[in-house]
Each structure stands twice: as C-alpha cells, then as structure tokens.
C-alpha cells in the first residue's frame, strides 16, 4: 500500500471512498456534517498537491434503486461551502457514461461527487464487475470511509483489487483510526485500562473476550454490570439482566482471574424506583439492591475505585455509558469516568473512546479534545475491538 501523506497527487485522479452519510430533515438540510468536515484534510491535501478528487459515497438505504430522498445531490451546496474557491461538480449516477465523461474532464484542483452508490444492489453484494466500473474513474483510490470498513462492499474493499499495491492507500481520517485502534490492540503500554459500558452484555461480549488477551484492567458498567452481579448470586432488584448469560458472565471472571486480568464491577449504584427522568433514586451497594429499584448509574464508590485504576493506567480504550447518560439524574457516573479519563490523559497516557454512546457522552461533557482519540467508526471500530479483521482495512493492506 501507499502512504498518504507521502503521495504526490499532482495531475492524479483520486477516487476517495467517503463516509457522507449524514443525517438530513425533512428539507434536505443537514443537520450534523461531521462526517463530511473530518474527510477535508484528505481532500485538501490531493487538491493543494494539484490532483482532482472524485467522491464515491453511500447515503441511507434505498431499498428499490435511484430514490431522491437518498440523492447524494442533497450535499452538493454543502460541499462547496465546505471547499471555498473549489469546482464541485456533480455525476447523476456513479457508474455510466455521465460519470465516465465527467471524470475524465475533471481538472486539476476539480472535485466531482458520484451518486450514491447503494443506488446499485452490486455496491452492497461486494459484485466485481461493478467494483471494476468504478475503480476506471480514477488513477489511484483512498479509502477514506472508516465507518463501512468492516463492510465487503464494491467500493470499501473489492475495488481495491483493481489498484496496483502503490495506488491505493488509507485517507488521513481512516490512517488516524487504523493507527489509534492498532496502537491500543497491538502496542499497548502498560497498565491497559478497558472500560466497558452500555446495557447488555451480550452485545460487548466478543470485544470482552477479546481484551482479556490484552488489558491488565477491565472495567465492566452500565446495565451490563448487574447480569456479572446476579451470576454471582447476587440481588439487583429490578435492574437489567441477561439471565441467559449469567454463564458466560461467569466464564468471564474465571477465565480474567487465570489470566491474571482484574475485572472491577461497580461496587454501589444509583438506584431508581422506575427507568424515568423524574424517578426517585437512592443509592446502595450494587449486589444488594431492593427488589422495586434498578441500578441506573455506577454509584460514588464505584467512581472513586474506578478512577484510581483509570488514573494508574498508561493506555484506555473506553466503550459505552457507566449508565443512563440521557438523563440527568442518572449522569454523574459517565461524567466522572470521562473526567477521569479526561486526567489520565492529560497525565501521558493514551485514550480511545470509540462505539456510539461513549462518543456522545464524551461530546455532551465537552470532553472530546481532551483524551488522545474519539472514534468516528462506530460499528467498524467495534468489530475491530473485537479482534475481527475489516475487509476495507484488509483490502488496502494486501498486496
Ligand atoms: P450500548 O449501545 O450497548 O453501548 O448501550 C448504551 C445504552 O445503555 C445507553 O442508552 C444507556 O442509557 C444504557 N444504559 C447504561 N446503563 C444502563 C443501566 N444501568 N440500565 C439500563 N440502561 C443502561
């Protein structure tokens, strides 16, 4: 593969694979560009070098081909204000002869977007002979797009079959991920501290799995917790339990202590008598909750235990909510654990936050520019967590 930053675009046609499936309303406005705003550096890097881009994307998921609610079109103005004194021009369709002729006028300093490519069922089945009708478009490809990487589709991972190994490369957004989640997997410096929230186990239990390889410390949160408590024999009241996985939750300690793993567990919670903004809560010992209450946050004890391992570690790596963030009642847990993290980090050590809910609790604190990393990836970020290898990553490494 070919390094990005070292490449020399200069009168070269770049295919980037973006991620500009961004939310709209009802208007067709868009109401969060994140997505769009962290690919610029890669875009602007091919254009100051003096090449071209074209923009390959998805947008939704249009079930029955070409729909207008899922038109790439929407982005267009977006785009331009996003790339000042730039010629944005658009192709009706990303494959065809309007995309073929657009592309091959495109100037030097000239973007050109593509329609949305989930417009043809081939995008998503992975088909060859669609990945080959892109990949002519361009002289080399970026993938840019970290968020469907873990996706065998045309554009994230076939196509890149047909570009020779020094015309295909990561974009910057999909480097710095790649770079932030190999690091934490790969390279971590010890004490590595996983914090693992969010409601149900069964939906962390692969990336859990995985970690007991890696971490020195897991931190388990959230609805999760209480199913590790109830296996133990414990009561949790009405809070949120898997029962069909109090087994594996067992499993999971046993396996952590022979692998000389500590796994904490909340030690005290904040109860409520009902899942509501306006429940009256309370706070007890985690293992000993009054039948009529839930667990809805980690309690104080267990912030101050978990911030202690939090601020002796050198490497974090933090997944979902220590509770039910959404609602203020029920915040302090999650707030406290990012401050933490937040301290860690400002003390030299290396933090990612990825998956959903721990991105938005980071945002909601303002915490996001003060620990290492916030992942974009989402989905694609937590099955890398999981030790799974990402077709898209894998695509641009091989050969
Ligand atoms: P996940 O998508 O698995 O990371 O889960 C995130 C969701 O878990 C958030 O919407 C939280 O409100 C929810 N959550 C966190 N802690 C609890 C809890 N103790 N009880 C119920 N839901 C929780």
């Given at each position: 593969?070919?390094?990005?930053?070292?490449y020399?675009?200069?009168?070269?046609?770049?295919?980037?694979?973006?991620?500009?499936?961004?939310?709209?309303?009802?208007?067709?406005?868009?109401?969060d560009d994140?997505?769009?705003?962290s690919?610029m550096?890669?875009?602007?890097?091919?254009?100051?070098?003096?090449?071209?881009?074209?923009?390959?994307?998805?947008?939704?998921?249009?079930?029955?081909g070409p729909?207008?609610?899922y038109?790439?079109?929407?982005l267009?103005?977006?785009?331009?204000?996003?790339?000042?004194?730039?010629?944005?021009?658009?192709?009706n369709?990303?494959?065809g002869?309007?995309?073929i002729?657009?592309?091959?006028?495109?100037?030097?300093g000239?973007?050109l977007?593509?329609?949305?490519?989930?417009?043809?069922?081939?995008?998503?089945?992975?088909?060859a002979?669609?990945?080959?009708?892109?990949?002519?478009?361009?002289d080399?490809?970026?993938?840019?797009?970290?968020?469907?990487?873990?996706?065998?589709?045309?554009?994230?991972?076939v196509?890149?079959n047909?570009?020779?190994?020094?015309?295909?490369?990561?974009?910057?957004?999909?480097?710095?991920e790649?770079?932030s989640a190999?690091?934490?997997?790969?390279a971590?410096?010890?004490?590595?501290?996983?914090?693992?929230?969010?409601?149900?186990?069964?939906?962390?239990i692969?990336?859990?799995e995985?970690?007991?390889?890696?971490a020195t410390?897991?931190?388990i949160?959230g609805?999760?917790?209480?199913?590790?408590?109830?296996?133990?024999?414990?009561m949790i009241?009405?809070?949120?339990?898997e029962?069909?996985?109090?087994?594996?939750?067992?499993?999971?300690?046993?396996?952590?202590?022979?692998?000389?793993?500590?796994?904490?567990?909340?030690?005290?919670?904040?109860?409520?008598?009902?899942?509501?903004?306006?429940a009256?809560?309370?706070?007890?010992?985690s293992?000993?909750?009054?039948?009529?209450?839930?667990?809805?946050?980690?309690?104080?004890?267990?912030?101050?235990?978990?911030?202690?391992?939090?601020?002796?570690?050198?490497?974090?790596?933090?997944n979902?909510?220590?509770g039910?963030?959404?609602?203020e009642?029920?915040?302090?847990g999650?707030?406290?654990?990012?401050?933490?993290?937040?301290?860690?980090?400002?003390?030299?050590a290396?933090?990612?936050v990825?998956?959903?809910?721990?991105?938005?609790?980071?945002?909601?604190?303002?915490?996001?520019?003060?620990v290492?990393?916030v992942?974009?990836?989402?989905?694609a970020?937590?099955?890398y967590?999981e030790g799974?290898i990402?077709?898209?990553?894998?695509?641009?490494?091989?050969?």
């Open positions: 593969m070919a390094i990005f930053s070292e020399n675009f200069s009168s070269k046609k770049a295919l980037i694979r973006v991620d500009f499936n961004v939310p709209l309303n009802e208007h067709f406005e868009i109401t994140t997505r769009m705003t690919t550096p890669t875009i602007k890097k091919i254009l100051a070098d003096g090449g071209s881009v074209i923009l390959m994307s998805h947008l939704g998921r249009p079930k029955d729909t207008d609610k038109s790439l079109k929407h267009v103005s977006h785009l331009k204000t996003l790339l000042v004194d730039v010629k944005v021009d658009f192709a369709d990303c494959i002869q309007e995309a002729d657009k592309s091959a006028a495109l100037q030097n000239e973007v977007l593509l329609e949305n490519l989930r417009f043809y069922k081939e995008e998503e089945k992975g088909d002979a669609f990945a080959e009708k892109l990949s002519k478009l361009g080399v490809y970026v993938n840019d797009a970290f968020g469907t990487a873990h996706r065998a589709h045309a554009s994230t991972a196509i890149a047909y570009f020779a190994a020094d015309k295909k490369m990561f974009g910057l957004l999909m480097e710095a790649v770079i190999e690091k934490v997997l790969h971590a410096e010890k004490p590595f501290t996983a914090i693992i929230g969010g409601a149900k186990v069964s939906d962390k692969l990336i859990i995985n970690l007991l390889n890696r410390d897991i931190i949160g609805g999760m917790a209480y199913t590790f408590w109830k296996a133990q024999g414990k009241g009405n809070s949120l339990c029962d069909d996985r109090m087994p594996l939750a067992l499993e999971i300690l046993a396996k952590a202590k022979s692998l000389g793993v500590n796994i904490h567990l909340p030690i005290d919670s904040t109860i409520a008598d009902k899942f509501a903004a306006d009256q809560t309370s706070n007890c010992e293992y000993g909750i009054p039948s009529g209450w839930m667990g809805l946050d980690i309690g104080q004890k267990a912030v101050s235990d978990f911030s202690e391992v939090i601020l002796n570690s050198k490497t974090i790596l933090w979902g909510p220590m039910v963030f959404e609602m009642k029920f915040q302090n999650t707030k406290s654990i990012a401050l933490a993290v937040a301290e860690a980090t400002s003390n030299g290396f933090s990612l990825g998956g959903g809910d721990s991105v938005a609790a980071v945002n909601m604190f303002h915490l996001a520019d003060k290492s990393y992942s974009t990836g989402g989905g970020m937590l099955e967590f799974k990402l077709p898209g990553i894998a695509a641009i490494q091989k050969g």
